[in-house]
C-alpha cells in the first residue's frame, strides 16, 4: 500500500509541471522477476520506469538518503534497499541476486551514476549484467529523456526482453555487450519521439 502510495504521488509531483508519456509498456512483464536497465539522467528515472507497470519494483539508492527524514520515507515505501559505494560492491550486487531469485522485478542503471554532461549512453559496468546471468532473469532494456530539464516533457520507451546466458566471464561479458545496445536502440527510437513532443510543447507556449 505504501509503495503504490509514494509512487503515485511522485509520479503526480514530476507531471504537474511535466507531462509524461510512456511508449511500449506491453512488453514489461505480468508475470516473474525481470531486470530493469536504462539510462540515467535523473534521481526521479526510477519513478518512470516505474511508471510503466502496477507490479512493484525493487531498486538501490544511495545509503545516504535513507538517512534523511523524508528522502528515506520515499525510498522504503518504493521497495529501495540502501547501497554504500564505499562497501563491498559483490555485496549489493548478491543482495539483487537475491531479490530477483525471491521473483521481484528490480531496477539498475548499468552506467553506474547520472549522467549530468548530455543523454548519451555511457559505458556499462558490468554489475547488471553479472545479476541477469546469475538470477537467470529477462533484461528489460528502457530509455528516459527529459527527467533532467524541467522544461522537457518526459518521454519513456520500453524495449523487449533480452535473455542472459550461461554464467561464464565470456558469456557475461558479451551480454553487457548486448544489454548496452538495447538500451541504445531505444534511445534511437525515443529521440525523435521525444523531439515532436518538446517541439508541441514549445509550440503551445508561443501560442
Known amino acids: 500500500m505504501l509503495y503504490i502510495l509514494v509512487k503515485y504521488f511522485w509520479l503526480a509531483v514530476i507531471s504537474f509541471r511535466q507531462p509524461i508519456r510512456l511508449y511500449g509498456r506491453e512488453k514489461i512483464p505480468r ?51 540502501p547501497v554504500d559505494r564505499d562497501a563491498d560492491p559483490r555485496a549489493v550486487l548478491e543482495k539483487t541476486v537475491e531479490i530477483l531469485r525471491g521473483g521481484r522485478p528490480t531496477t539498475m542503471f548499468p552506467e553506474g551514476s547520472r549522467n549530468k554532461v548530455d543523454t548519451s549512453l555511457r559505458e ?50 558479451g551480454f553487457n555487450e548486448e544489454m548496452h545496445q538495447a538500451v541504445q536502440s531505444c534511445l534511437e527510437e525515443l529521440r525523435p519521439l521525444h523531439a515532436r513532443r518538446l517541439e508541441a510543447r514549445k509550440g503551445r507556449k508561443k501560442a
Do not use: C, Q, W
Open 31 to 81: 508475470k516473474g522477476a525481470f531486470l530493469f536497465v536504462a539510462n540515467h539522467l535523473s534521481s526521479n528515472d526510477p519513478f518512470l520506469l516505474a511508471a510503466g507497470t502496477r507490479r512493484h519494483l525493487a531498486f538501490m539508492g544511495k545509503a545516504s538518503l535513507f538517512r534523511h527524514p523524508v528522502a528515506g520515507f520515499i525510498m522504503r515505501g518504493l521497495n529501495a534497499f
Open 124 to 173: 556499462f559496468k558490468k554489475g547488471a549484467a553479472l545479476v541477469a546471468v546469475k538470477a537467470g532473469v529477462p533484461v528489460l532494456p528502457a530509455a528516459i529523456l527529459g527527467t533532467r530539464n524541467k522544461e522537457e516533457p518526459i518521454t519513456v520507451l520500453y524495449g523487449k526482453p533480452i535473455f542472459p546466458p550461461e554464467n561464464t566471464r565470456e558469456g557475461i561479458r
